[in-house]
């Protein structure tokens, strides 16, 4: 099947600082990728639909200057959370549509817990 | 926002019995879908029920789906403790929006 690889697993920053979320799918091309945000226990939130090339379509009330994604090949996505405050903490995870896979499902990255002091 | 509800939030059972959630949902849709996330992990794909289709089955897997009542619901069979985890249901709304809807998930726990 198709695998998505998402880095870091887990990243401690300090508040203010700006951090990077990579992924990559490996085996396949991913036109459109999306961002999602779960706090514990709760379900996942789509934070945006990152397209190959284009600007990302942010959800309602995601600020597009905080959460900044660029989508440069069809085989990567990032998102850079920027100037990280406490209340950014939160398990991020990014999946994509595999064209070949019937374009339907969603292929899951690992997800990303980030940690801001 | 999220698109649908599901029930219970929390089901707790003892292994070889089989468990059932259900999901609820507003909008028109072109198929609902069922994932599994393990603790602190990125979800997988279980199973995609098509907007015209009632049921559908894999392995110990069942799901139902009624249009009309905008619900699904996921049965477990001779469930194990390696069943153990979240469950959500997504769905894909009609109208070319080209996103998945999570609904709020059920966290089970088989006990051996």
């Known amino acids: 099947g198709a695998v998505v690889s998402q880095h870091p697993s887990w990243v401690i920053c300090k508040s203010g600082t700006s951090v990077k979320i990579e992924c990559r799918s490996l085996?396949?091309?991913?036109?459109?990728m999306f961002w999602y945000r779960q706090f514990p226990k709760q379900s996942l939130m789509l934070m945006a639909t990152?397209?190959?090339?284009?600007?990302?379509?942010?959800e309602q009330g995601v600020e597009k200057d905080k959460f900044l994604i660029n989508h440069a090949s069809l085989t990567l996505s990032t998102l850079t959370v920027t100037s990280a405050h406490p209340e950014d903490s939160s398990f991020y995870i990014c999946?994509?549509?595999?064209?070949?896979?019937?374009?339907?499902?969603?292929?899951f990255g690992s997800g990303t817990q980030l940690s801001v002091l | 926002s999220q698109q649908g509800e599901e029930d219970p939030q929390a089901l707790s059972i003892q292994e070889g019995e089989n468990a059932t959630m259900n999901c609820s949902y507003k909008?028109?849709?072109?198929?609902l879908q069922w994932y599994r996330q393990n603790s602190g992990r990125g979800l997988v794909h279980l199973i995609l029920?098509?907007?015209?289709?009632r049921e559908k089955h894999s392995g110990r897997l069942r799901v139902t789906l009624d249009t009309s009542k905008k619900s699904s619901s996921l049965l477990i069979t001779a469930s194990r403790a390696a069943d153990t985890a979240s469950y959500f249901c997504?769905?894909?709304?009609?109208?070319?929006?080209?996103?998945?809807?999570f609904g709020a998930g059920t966290r089970l726990a088989v006990h051996p």
């Open positions: 085996d396949f091309q991913a036109t459109t």
């Open positions: 029920i098509r907007s015209n289709e």
């Open positions: 990152s397209n190959e090339g284009s600007k990302a379509t942010y």
């Open positions: 909008t028109s849709i072109n198929n």
């Open positions: 997504a769905t894909d709304p009609s109208g070319g929006y080209n996103k998945l809807i």
């Open positions: 999946s994509a549509r595999a064209t070949g896979y019937g374009n339907e499902k969603l292929f």
